[in-house]
């Protein structure tokens, strides 16, 4: 039975009134690239803040920490790349890894989300504007998608 996101990092938070903003910073998790987007749960709208390099998977960390201090989340949402049979990937625990590092350094919770197809998706919308440089721009788009689904599904969860 594959793994679910919840147990490899938690979903949602545990509470979540209705009035409660969230700010959040998602990552498009790679080897070689991580995708980096900032977003706030009243409108759901994320927007693509930065493409970070990444040796091996490893990020330069204080690299995070500037864009933890310009954009103040609340939360961080790592995309967490299953196959598309829901199996896990390769990439799957060191996306988790990442994200329970994210905790371990920020002290901020950490949810994951499911980022099948997201990649697909940021391609299509590159390729609908007309951007012909779409590989460059691709990871933070993927990490906006990301965000975006996650405040979707976390606003379908929250009583109105």
Do not use: C
Request: no cysteine; net charge negative; hydrophobic share 40%.
């Amino acid at each position: 039975m594959p793994s679910t996101p919840s147990s490899l990092l938690p979903r949602f938070p545990e509470t979540n009134p209705a009035d409660s903003a969230i700010s959040a910073l998602a990552f498009d998790f790679g080897t070689q690239r991580i995708g980096v987007a900032s977003g706030q749960s009243i409108s759901g709208s994320a927007q693509g803040v930065a493409i970070l390099k990444a040796r091996d998977g490893i990020p330069d960390w204080d690299q995070i920490a500037k864009l933890i201090e310009q954009w103040q989340p609340t939360v961080f949402v790592v995309g967490l790349p299953y196959n598309m049979d829901g199996s896990e990937s390769d990439l799957l625990q060191r996306a988790v890894k990442f994200g329970n590092r994210l905790n371990g350094r920020f002290h901020k919770p950490v949810f994951g989300m499911d980022e099948r197809l997201s990649s697909k998706a940021a391609k299509e919308q590159l390729f609908e504007a007309g951007d012909g440089n779409k590989e460059a721009a691709i990871d933070d788009i993927a990490a906006q998608i990301i965000l975006e689904n996650w405040f979707s599904e976390l606003r379908s969860r929250t009583p109105e």
